[in-house]
């Protein structure tokens, strides 16, 4: 009997192919300007700048927590801010190293109906949270755009750093890829009305959560400019905004797992291309980020393990 192969979806291929060419993309950057360039920069920051940064991303995460919390409390009142606190901090810890088909919206709801609340209701309060969360963010979009139009030469600024990620992708054929995701666009979209249905009746609750969201908004915006004016390459607050939700939404686009080097690489060309930073200080701020969100996240590893039996199943 002849073995049957084990077909690798596109799109998870497409996933780890983009992942790895992001990443060697950093690399490649990070050895442009010389680790010892990039220590150099970090030393100028200061102790009491890195204590409040980190101050300001647990305070960001606190009010991610409590953005789910009042969505969910809405609907299952019996829903508690130690469930939103530790299911939050556990899908944020899950990012960083499982599979997209396993991200941290799915240990959330796995949590959730391991702590007994309703499953519906819970996948609802997660698609309304995200959803309120890029509302949040797409306020903002509009002051990034307008940097991207002022710019005289974004295309070839774009196009340079994208040519490594692009031809990492090229050999897969994108047709089976673009069909998956035009049916997870359909399926997410009638989750979307469903889910907003329930809220929709309860403005009250979805400015509540959109006001968390600012907060964490803030937080993050103020991390930005405690690290670039360390630095000694000051971007205005207010530019500082429009120029993340541009990264924001450029790692939603689904080529890498949790926008591993994507991230990295829009941070980069975003504060350095359309912010006027130096690219030195820009790639140093997105290596910062990324460590900030990672070292955040570490308290998900004491909840975590008793939830992954939930999500296996």
Known sequence: MAEKRT???????????????????????????????????????GTGRFV??????????????????????SSEGEATIFDALRLTFAGLFANNFLPSTVGGDVVRLAG??????????????????RLVGMFGMALTLPIGLYRVFLNSTPLAAVASPSVPLAA????????????????????????????????????RTL????????LHMACLF??????????????????????????????LIPVSINGLGVQEVAITFAFSTLGGASEQSSLTLALLIRTLFILASLPGAIFLPGILPEVKK
């Open 168 to 203: 990492g992708l090229l050999p897969v054929s994108l047709r089976e890829y673009w069909e998956k995701i035009l049916s997870r666009v359909r399926s997410l979209l009638r989750r979307v009305v469903q889910a907003l249905a329930l809220w929709m009746r309860r403005p």
């Open 222 to 251: 103020g991390i930005i400019w405690l690290f670039l004016t360390g630095m000694n390459d000051p971007v205005p607050y207010w530019l500082i905004g429009g120029l993340w939700s541009l990264v924001y939404f450029v790692t």
């Open 52 to 73: 409040l940064a980190i101050v300001l991303v647990v305070v960001s995460r606190l009010m991610m927590a409590g953005r789910w919390y009042i969505l969910l409390r």
């Open 112 to 129: 959730a109906v391991q702590a007994g609340y309703d499953g519906a209701i819970s996948a609802a309060s997660l698609i309304v949270d």
């Open 7 to 45: 077909k690798i979806p596109v799109y998870s291929l497409i996933r780890w192919v983009g992942t790895i060419s992001a990443i060697v993309l950093v690399v490649y950057l990070l050895n442009k300007q010389g680790w010892e360039q990039i220590l150099s920069v970090v030393r100028q920051i």
């Open 207 to 214: 400015l509540g959560s959109l006001l968390f969201t600012g």
